[in-house]
């Protein structure tokens, strides 16, 4: 079964509104989470890595007050895409290494996604 | 710069034929390699790793890659392809910097025909 939950699976929203993804790690605690955009037929961008009780750390170019990140439990990451507006309509998908095992081996688990649509 | 590269946009097989996806690297020091498989409109599922021992590895529903360090490869295989395993395939690295990122190729689509 899945090890990592996330919420919702669709979503529309009208521009200008926000909109929020949640990423739940299953029976394991996640200190650190990933968040990817996966733009159609592409390959997957990382966004940020979100941590447990600090900040997210952003790749360059990602727009840290456009996409907030919240990692505020140990099996629970929050992407709120604010103002939403079309071009922000993407795949976003989270993903956790599973407790014990990331340090050694990098095995990241992944959401099933969530696809925004900003009409 | 580190890098993944799948060549291929797509491969197209007979049901029952061999399959490669090719993935090569880029990478400094020791790399850990994974194949991840993507259905439409959900998230990556774990296929295989590669991260020290055994030049082959050998993952989930058949699946196996070859680490070939001089080559820089991680070629994904399957002895005998399934219309099922039509998906889109990637390819990921670790950089060996302990940050966690994963790097992605670009996928490659499998087409697996009857």
């Known amino acids: 079964g899945a090890v990592v939950s996330q919420h919702p699976s669709w979503v529309i929203c009208k521009s200008g509104t926000s909109v929020k993804i949640e990423c739940r790690s299953l029976?394991?605690?996640?200190?650190?989470m990933f968040w990817y955009r996966q733009f159609p037929k592409q390959s997957l961008m990382l966004m940020a890595t979100?941590?447990?009780?600090?900040?997210?750390?952003?790749e360059q170019g990602v727009e840290k007050d456009k996409f907030l990140i919240n990692h505020a439990s140990l099996t629970l990451s929050t992407l709120t895409v604010t103002s939403a507006h079309p071009e922000d309509s993407s795949f976003y998908i989270c993903?956790?290494?599973?407790?014990?095992?990331?340090?050694?081996?990098?095995?990241?688990?992944f959401g099933e996604g969530s696809r925004l649509t900003v009409l | 710069a580190q890098s993944v590269a799948q060549p291929e946009d797509q491969v197209n097989v007979a049901e029952g034929n061999p399959l490669t996806v090719k993935c090569t690297y880029s990478?400094?020091?020791?790399?850990?390699l994974f194949w991840y498989v993507q259905y439409p409109n959900r998230g990556l599922q774990f296929l295989l790793k590669y991260i020290t021992g055994d030049n082959l590895v050998k993952g989930s529903y058949g699946f196996e890659a070859e680490f070939n360090k001089s080559q820089t490869s991680f070629h994904l295989k399957k002895p005998s392809a399934l219309v099922s395993d039509s998906a889109l395939y990637f390819c990921a690295v670790r950089l060996p910097s302990n940050t966690g990122k994963l790097i992605f190729g670009q996928g490659t689509t499998l087409q697996v025909k009857p």
């Open positions: 993903s956790a290494p599973k407790t014990g095992g990331y340090q050694n081996t990098g095995e990241l688990f």
């Open positions: 979100s941590n447990e009780g600090s900040k997210a750390t952003y």
């Open positions: 029976d394991f605690q996640a200190t650190t």
């Open positions: 990478v400094s020091g020791n790399p850990y």
